[in-house]
């Protein structure tokens, strides 16, 4: 089952400092309208949510993480995990999120989406990047289900491609699938959107690094579009 409503179009920023992630954005996204590539710190982006890859205890202890934290605030991690627990009993799935209020102006609100069970592990052979990335969309599609027009914009980094080293064009390719997901469907359980994307990306190991994967819906029928 889905949630089907019209929603005004999500401003979404891609942002890294890592040029090479840059780069390989605005190859994989070349043809895609409506984002915004640049090369900086989400620090500097004025959105309503920032995304953060995470591990699955929600440990903001590396990478981004502990950028977010020393920015907004040691609350933040425990808001963060106490999402962890009351959703997901204490343990976020890679392909789940939390959406969290994070005590800032600029953002709203914090996306915690694991791309990795713990800190710092190697996820370059994994579908992770695209099920976070997902993951993280949907997140959007349920705030703002409960909160209509509560999360118009979202700047996001290069996912898994600093600590998880995925390499850059994987990590952009993955990205692109998770987006085009978002505007293609509104999952309303996480479980049925890990299992659709792992059973159509299951032989992407076996592509061309060029090669991106669009996810065909369960049911297009109750699809957004």
């Known amino acids: 089952m889905t949630v089907n409503r019209v ?3 999500l401003k979404v920023v891609l ?3 890592n040029a090479r992630v840059v780069q390989a954005w605005r190859a994989a996204f070349a043809d895609t309208p409506g984002i915004e590539i640049r090369k ?5 982006e004025t959105v309503d949510a920032w995304v953060s890859p995470t591990n699955s205890r929600g440990l903001m202890n590396g990478g981004v993480d502990a950028v977010l934290k020393r920015h907004l605030g040691a609350g933040i991690q425990l808001r963060v995990q106490r999402a962890i627990r009351d959703q997901f009993e204490g343990r ?3 392909g789940s999120a939390v959406c969290v209020p994070s005590g800032a102006t600029n953002p709203k609100f914090l996306i915690s989406t694991p791309t990795m069970e713990q800190s710092s592990q190697n996820v370059s ?3 992770n990047v695209a099920l976070a990335c997902a993951a993280a969309f949907q997140a959007i599609h349920h705030q703002n289900n409960e909160a209509p027009g509560s999360i118009e914009s979202v700047a996001l980094v290069g996912m898994g491609a600093q600590t998880g080293r995925v390499p850059a064009r994987v990590c952009a390719n993955l990205m692109w699938t998770g987006y085009t997901l978002f505007n293609d469907y509104c999952f309303d359980d996480y479980d049925n959107l890990r299992s659709t994307i792992t059973a159509q990306l299951d032989d992407i190991e076996s592509a061309p690094t060029e090669t991106r994967v669009r996810i065909a819906p369960p ?3 109750s699809s957004r579009r």
């Open 7 to 9: 929603q005004p179009p």
């Open 15 to 17: 942002t890294d400092i």
């Open 40 to 44: 900086g710190s989400i620090l500097d």
């Open 92 to 94: 976020l799935p890679v």
């Open 125 to 127: 052979e994994t579908l």
């Open 219 to 221: 049911n297009r029928a």
